[in-house]
């Protein structure tokens, strides 16, 4: 798979993100926990820009991002505008790093190894379905929670 083809699943899927957060009628339900579900949408929308700017800005694209792990969980009631544009700037990151990969990187083992053994090519994919995942979980969570609203 090329890098252009890559970029366009997060591109894609980020979009679907920025939908999801922008689609919340009240920003208080942002940030709401029901019983059964452990995390906010913007908790979960923090640990995905947190995740992406890591794994893959700053270990591929050497963007100087400092991760803040706990924050990710930890940060309530940021405005919907905040998150929105937190998005945004990760979308131009993804836009500019996974661009001007080549080949030759796409196949070079990644940094890390938590996941087994993999290319980047492979932790890309693996970080496009973590992203995915939690997607899925805050599609349910602005629906769960905006049910009466």
């Known amino acids: 798979m090329e890098a252009s083809e890559i970029a366009q699943v ?11 957060i922008d689609g919340y ?4 339900h942002i940030w709401m926990v029901k019983p059964g579900i452990s995390n906010s949408a913007g908790n979960l929308c923090l640990h995905l820009i947190g995740s ?48 001007n990969l080549s080949p030759d990187e796409l196949n070079r083992e990644y940094k890390f190894d938590f996941a087994g ?13 973590h992203l995915n995942y939690h997607l899925g979980q805050i599609n349910y969570h602005r629906r769960l929670v905006e049910a009466n609203y």
């Open 52 to 99: 992406i700017s890591h794994f893959i800005g700053a270990t591929l694209g050497n963007t100087g991002y400092i991760r803040k792990r706990e924050e990710e969980f930890s940060i309530k009631g940021l405005p919907k505008s905040e998150l929105l544009a937190k998005l945004s700037d990760c979308k131009k990151m993804i836009n500019e790093v996974i661009h």
């Open 117 to 129: 053994k993999k290319s980047v090519e492979g932790y890309l994919l693996f970080f496009a379905m």
């Open 10 to 20: 997060y591109l894609r899927d980020l979009d679907k993100l920025f939908k999801e």
């Open 25 to 28: 009628a009240s920003e208080v």
